[in-house]
């Protein structure tokens, strides 16, 4: 299968801006178990404690890893060690492992089959285990291991007599929505809700995890001519609310709640962020939003109420995908970056940026990417804002081919060596 972006999946990605599809898509381990500013060296914060340098690992249709489907445990484990190394060569601090990319387990989960981006089969077990194996791996590199889930995600297909006989979604046949080709969860029932949940904290228990990391997928991104059928749990579940929307969004903020209650509960040094579409709502729709004209918006479109979970503090850290360039007019990075910093200020949450890397020297991309010194910008730029504590890059693959040196430009800019490469694990103990 072809590379796939980080958004691959969503149909009409390309037009996620409205009418800009011009600018781009957007075995060791045990079982169980224009002119440049001066630069200055982004290692340290000025409260001493490390910024966040994260990279996303994506196992959804081999985008990063395996390379492919079926490969032996050996090989399997090889090509994850080879990440690691990369990333720790990049000077990087953290890897976001997709570890549950498509309501399945990379690791012996009791909830949930094993995925078959390992084996090619749904259900088979690997002979390993990638998730107690990468943290244990990670961690002797000096990396922060965060366990990057997708909540509702069945399928990327919409069939559901490929899933195992086993799959929750087919035993529960109640709980599947089929929408744009594929199978979702339903967010909108409680036994869902409850399920995902109880799928996440099982790897919190088992596994010296650094983070639980959410994605941009809640509900589906929106499909031209199709809606999302939850007739039956509306009926059920929204009398209260005055609107479809409201009470879908009441949905998710009931997921990102709860979740981020009971991980504290299980381990009170794990983190909870998750990594949003980079822009809320556009300030035509509501004043307090950002100045873009996105032809999608979290708020009304993925009943993703992003800027509440910060404002509220239900998270430890958001990751908003700014998967634009400087000067970008409809999604300017120069835009959205201070208008996170006013969402985060004073909040308590860490803000750290998703990264395009995917896009440098990517083929079809505005001139902006053809330039291995538009990420480093990105960079440089961010340091005027004293909330931005990190950045993200998609994805493994594109950190270690590096077809242009955008990555090797931001580490040779931004990254200089130090004496004590560790991250700050449990620094959120420490946060004010």
Not at 2 to 25: D, K, M, N
Not at 383 to 410: K, L, N, S, W
Request: one cysteine or more; a negative charge; hydrophobic letters at 40%.
């Amino acid at each position: 299968m072809g590379r796939i972006t980080r958004r691959g999946f969503v149909a009409g990605t390309a037009a996620a801006l409205g009418g800009l599809a011009a600018a781009g898509p957007a075995l060791a381990a045990g079982r169980g178990g224009p002119q440049q500013k001066p630069l200055r060296a982004t290692a340290e914060r000025r409260d001493g404690a490390r910024d966040f340098r994260g990279v996303w690992l994506a196992t959804v249709a081999n985008r990063d890893w395996p390379s492919r489907p079926g490969l032996t445990a050996e090989a399997q484990r090889a090509e994850l060690l080879t990440l690691l190394d990369q990333a720790q060569e990049r000077r990087l601090n953290a890897v976001l492992l997709q570890v549950r990319p498509t309501a399945d387990a990379l690791w012996p989960s009791p909830y949930e089959p094993w995925s078959a981006w390992l084996t090619g089969v749904q259900g088979q077990d690997p002979g390993w285990d990638p998730l107690g194996t990468a943290v244990q791996e990670a961690h002797q590199r000096g990396l922060e291991l965060h366990a990057w889930f997708n909540p509702y995600r069945i399928a990327t297909h919409d069939d559901p007599s490929r899933l195992v006989p086993t799959h929750p979604a087919r035993v529960h046949p109640d709980w599947v929505v089929s929408y744009g080709g594929r199978l979702h969860y339903n967010p909108g029932l409680p036994e869902v809700r409850s399920f995902v949940q109880d799928a996440v904290l099982d790897a919190v228990r088992r596994y010296d995890v650094d983070g639980v990391h959410f994605d941009d997928y809640f509900y589906p991104y929106p499909v031209a001519g199709q809606r999302f059928d939850d007739d039956a749990a509306y009926a059920r579940y929204g009398a209260d609310f005055p609107d479809r929307a409201a009470w879908r969004r009441d949905n998710i903020d009931l997921l990102v709640r709860e979740t981020g209650a009971r991980i504290k509960e299980a381990n009170g040094r794990v983190r909870f962020g998750i990594s949003p579409f980079g822009v809320w709502r556009n300030r035509a729709t509501d004043q307090r939003g950002s100045a873009t004209t996105a032809g999608i918006e979290a708020y009304d479109d993925l009943h993703a109420d992003t800027r509440t979970w910060v404002r509220e503090g239900w998270i430890d850290y958001i990751c908003p995908q700014l998967y634009w360039n400087i000067g970008f007019a409809p999604a300017d990075y120069a835009v959205l970056v201070p208008w996170w910093d006013e969402v985060a200020r004073g909040t308590g949450v860490d803000l750290y940026l998703g990264e395009a890397l995917y896009k440098a020297g990517a083929s079809g991309q505005p001139a902006a990417w053809q330039d291995p010194a538009e990420l480093s910008r990105h960079l440089t730029l961010a340091q005027d804002y004293g909330t931005v504590r990190g950045h993200c890059f998609f994805a493994a693959q594109d950190v270690a081919e590096d077809p242009i040196g955008a990555m090797a430009r931001v580490v040779a800019d931004h990254y200089p060596p130090s004496p004590s490469p560790s991250p700050s694990r449990g620094r959120d103990l420490d946060r004010p």
